[in-house]
C-alpha cells in the first residue's frame, strides 16, 4: 500500500521553499503527499476526518504566526494514530536572526508543537530559539 503523508505550510509564490519544493520531493519517494495551506487547516481537517483518512506522517514547513501552530497542534491531536509519524520543521529564523514578524512569543509556541514530533529538523537559529539560549 502507498504511503500517504499530509503536508502542511505555506505556498509560496516566488522562490525555491514551502510546498512547492516538498512536493515534489515526496513524490518523487514514491509517497502520495496531501497538502494542506496553512489558510485552509481547519475547515479541511474537519472534511477529513469526515472523511476518516489517515496518515503515515504528518510534516509541518513554514507557519506564520502562534494561531496557526496551535491549530496545527490541534490537527496532530485529531489524526495522529500510533504509526503516524510527524515531523516538524520550525521555520523561525536564519544567520542567528529571528524572522521578521516572529518573536519571542512564537518560538514558545514553537517549542510545544516540536515537543508533539517524532522528529524535528530546526537549522542552528531555530535550534538556538527553541533552546532560548544564544546563537
Known amino acids: 500500500m502507498l504511503k500517504r503523508i499530509v503536508t502542511i505550510q505555506d505556498i509560496s509564490c516566488f522562490g525555491k521553499c514551502s510546498s512547492t519544493v516538498a512536493l515534489p520531493l515526496i513524490s518523487a519517494m514514491g509517497v502520495e503527499a496531501a497538502v494542506i495551506p496553512t489558510a485552509d487547516i481547519p475547515q479541511i481537517a474537519a472534511h477529513w476526518k469526515g472523511l476518516d483518512l489517515h496518515f503515515d506522517g504528518i510534516y509541518t514547513g513554514y507557519l ?9 497542534a490541534d490537527f496532530f ?21 529571528m524572522y521578521a514578524g516572529f518573536t519571542p512569543d512564537f518560538a514558545r509556541e514553537m517549542r510545544k508543537l516540536c515537543a ?9 537559529t531555530e535550534v538556538s530559539l527553541l533552546l532560548d539560549v544564544p546563537y
Open 116 to 124: 508533539k514530533a517524532d522528529v524535528i529538523a530546526p537549522n542552528l
Open 77 to 97: 491531536d485529531l489524526f495522529r494514530k500510533k504509526d503516524t509519524t510527524i515531523v516538524v520543521d520550525p521555520v523561525m529564523g536564519d544567520g542567528g536572526k
Open 64 to 72: 506564520g504566526s502562534r494561531e496557526q501552530v496551535q491549530i496545527v
